[in-house]
C-alpha cells in the first residue's frame, strides 16, 4: 500500500512539475497565429495593390484574344477602365450662369460650346442648359435626353463647375433677382468682360434667354477656341441610347458598302421661313406662307422667292440635287443616305432623286418601326441620329448650309478632313437655269460644275474673316482650325497646301 501510494505521488509530482510549461506553449501557438495572420494580410493588400495595376491590362488582352477566336461575325469589344477624371479646377466662382438654349439640336449644340467658353471665361459656375421646347419643332426633350449629363459635367471639371440646377439657398435667395437677358450677338471677350461680368455685383444669377450666336467667330483668345472644340467633339456625348442605335445605323448601312450622306434640307420649316418655293404648287406655295405668318416671332412675312434663290439662299430641290450629283460623277448605284426629317411634297417630290440613284435609304427604311418608337415626336433626338450618321458617312452632301451642315463639316473636318462637297448654290442656280432652258448642254453643264467644286472638297483651308460682317464670314464651328492643326509640325503648310482629300465620290 505504501508502494502504491508512493508512485501515485511521485506521478502527482512529475505532473505537477509539468504544469509550467502549459502556459508558454499555449503563449507560443497564440504568438504565432498573430504573426502569421499579420504576415498573410499584409500579402493581401500588396497583392490587390498590384493587381489594380495589372488587371485591367490583362483583361483587355484576354477579351481581345476572344473576340478574335470568336469568328468575324462577333464584333470585337475589349473592356476598359473608365479614363481617370481630370482633377477639378479651383476657383471662386462669380455667380451662376443659367442658359435657354433656341432653335434646332445642332443650333442649340454651338449654343452650349460658346457658353461653357463664357462661363470659363468671367469664371462662373453653369447650370446643365435648358434646351428650346417652344420652336417650330416642339421636342419636349431636355439636356439629358439627348447628351450624356454626367459626362458633360465630370469631363469638363478641371475648366468650369457645372451644376444640374440651382442650389436651393441660391434659388430661394435669388428668386426676385435674376436678371433675364440675351447677351449681343457675335460678341468678343471685351463685351463679356466689360458688359457681363459687373452685372454680377447685382444678382449672383444671370439667366441668357437668347443663346444663338452669341460668340463672335474670331478675335477670341486661343485658350477659349480650344475649349470651344473640347466641348464640341468630346464633352457634348449622345445618351447610350443614341449613341446605341446611332451605331447600329451606320454599321448596318456600311455592311452594305460605301456610302454617301445627302443632307436634303428641303423641309417644310425650311421652306417656309426662308421664302423657298421653287418647284412647289401653287397651293403649296400658299401653305407655306400661312405657316410663315402663323409664327409672329419670325419677322420677314413677304419673300420674293426666285430674288432668294438667285442669290444662292435657297436649298436645292431633290430634283436639282439629282442633277448635280449626277454631274458631279456620283455613280448610279452609289448608296445614298438621306438625311432629313418629312421631305415636303413627300415621295411625290423624291422620285426624280430615286430615278437617278435608286439605291436610297432612310433611317426610317433600315430601322424596326419599335426601334424608332422612342425617339417619335422628339426631333432632336432623330437629328441626332442623322448626325451620326452624316459624320460616319464616306461622303457628306448638304445641300444647303445650315447649322447640321455646318456643325458636321467641322466634325469632318476634324477627324482627318472627311470628304464633304460643300455646294455653291449661287454658281449652281445659275448653271441649272442654263442647262434646264436648253443653253447649257449636258456635257457642258457637267463640266461646269465640276470646275465650280474642285476646291470645295472638305480640303485643309483659313477660316474666312470678315471684319464687322460675321454673318457672312466663314463660321467657327464649319472650320474650326485653332483645333486642326494639333500634331502637325507647321499649321502653315497643313492649311495653304489646299490638298484634296479624294478625287472622286464613292
Not at 506553449?25 to 493588400?45: N, P
Not at 406655295?285 to 442669290?311: D, G, H, T, V
Not at 415621295?347 to 436610297?360: G, K, S, V, W
Not at 449661287?426 to 476646291?455: C, D, I, M, S, Y
Request: glycine share 4%; hydrophobic share 35%.
Amino acid at each position: 500500500m505504501e508502494t502504491r501510494s508512493e508512485s501515485i505521488g511521485l506521478r502527482s509530482e512529475k505532473l505537477g512539475g509539468s504544469s509550467p510549461v502549459i502556459p508558454r506553449t499555449r503563449l507560443q501557438v497564440w504568438f504565432i497565429r498573430v504573426c502569421s495572420s499579420i504576415l498573410v494580410w499584409t500579402c493581401l493588400v500588396q497583392l490587390v495593390a498590384v493587381g489594380e495595376l495589372w488587371r485591367p491590362r490583362f483583361i483587355t488582352n484576354l477579351t481581345t484574344r476572344f473576340s478574335h477566336t470568336a469568328g468575324p461575325l462577333h464584333v470585337q469589344v475589349a473592356v476598359r477602365p473608365p479614363p481617370p477624371l481630370p482633377p477639378p479646377r479651383n476657383y471662386t466662382s462669380n455667380g451662376f450662369l443659367k442658359v435657354s438654349c433656341n432653335g434646332g439640336l445642332n443650333q442649340m449644340r454651338s449654343a452650349i460650346c460658346d457658353m461653357v467658353a463664357v462661363a470659363r471665361l468671367l469664371n462662373l459656375t453653369l447650370v446643365v442648359p435648358e434646351l428650346d421646347k417652344t420652336s417650330f419643332w416642339a421636342d419636349p426633350s431636355d439636356f439629358e435626353d439627348i447628351f450624356d449629363v454626367r459626362h458633360f459635367i465630370d469631363s469638363l471639371r478641371d475648366e468650369i463647375r457645372i451644376v444640374r440646377r440651382l442650389p436651393k439657398r441660391i434659388s430661394k435667395k435669388y428668386r426676385h433677382r435674376v436678371l433675364e437677358m440675351p447677351p449681343v450677338s457675335w460678341s468678343n471677350e471685351k463685351y463679356y468682360i466689360q458688359q457681363i461680368l459687373p452685372l454680377f455685383n447685382k444678382s449672383k444669377v444671370l439667366h441668357f434667354n437668347r443663346t444663338d450666336a452669341r460668340l463672335a467667330n474670331n478675335m477670341i483668345p486661343l485658350e477659349l477656341q480650344k475649349l470651344r472644340c473640347r466641348v464640341n467633339f468630346q464633352a457634348l456625348k449622345f445618351t447610350p441610347q443614341i449613341e446605341s442605335l446611332g451605331h447600329k445605323l451606320v454599321q448596318i448601312i456600311h455592311e452594305r458598302g460605301p456610302y454617301m450622306a445627302l443632307h436634303l434640307r428641303y423641309e417644310m420649316d425650311m421652306l417656309a421661313f426662308s421664302g423657298c418655293t421653287h418647284g412647289c404648287t401653287q397651293e403649296e406655295a400658299e401653305e407655306l406662307k400661312r405657316l410663315r405668318y402663323a409664327y409672329p416671332w419670325w419677322r420677314e412675312k413677304e419673300i420674293n422667292s426666285e430674288e432668294r434663290r438667285s442669290q444662292g439662299l435657297c436649298p436645292l430641290t431633290p430634283e436639282e440635287a439629282a442633277l448635280v450629283l449626277q454631274a458631279l460623277g456620283v455613280d448610279k448605284e452609289t448608296q445614298i443616305y438621306v438625311a432629313a426629317g418629312e421631305i415636303y411634297g413627300s415621295e411625290r417630290r423624291l422620285a426624280a432623286l430615286r430615278a437617278a440613284f435608286p439605291r436610297i435609304v432612310r433611317k426610317e427604311t433600315l430601322l424596326d418601326p419599335l426601334e424608332l418608337q422612342q425617339f417619335q415626336n422628339h426631333s432632336s433626338q432623330m437629328a441626332a441620329l442623322d448626325f451620326m450618321v452624316s459624320v460616319a458617312s464616306n461622303t457628306f452632301v448638304p445641300t444647303y448650309d445650315g447649322n447640321m451642315a455646318k456643325v458636321v463639316e467641322g466634325h469632318r473636318r476634324y477627324l482627318g478632313f472627311r470628304k464633304t462637297i460643300l455646294l455653291d448654290r449661287r454658281k449652281l442656280v445659275q448653271l441649272l437655269n442654263l442647262h434646264q432652258n436648253g443653253t447649257l448642254p449636258w456635257n457642258e453643264f457637267t463640266v461646269a460644275v465640276r470646275e465650280a467644286h474642285e476646291k470645295r472638297m472638305g480640303q485643309p483651308i483659313r477660316r474666312r474673316v470678315i471684319p464687322d460682317k460675321p454673318k457672312e464670314e466663314d463660321y467657327f464651328y464649319s472650320n474650326p482650325v485653332e483645333c486642326l492643326c494639333e500634331g502637325t509640325t507647321n499649321c502653315d503648310d497643313l492649311l495653304g497646301s489646299g490638298k484634296s482629300n479624294s478625287s472622286s465620290v464613292p
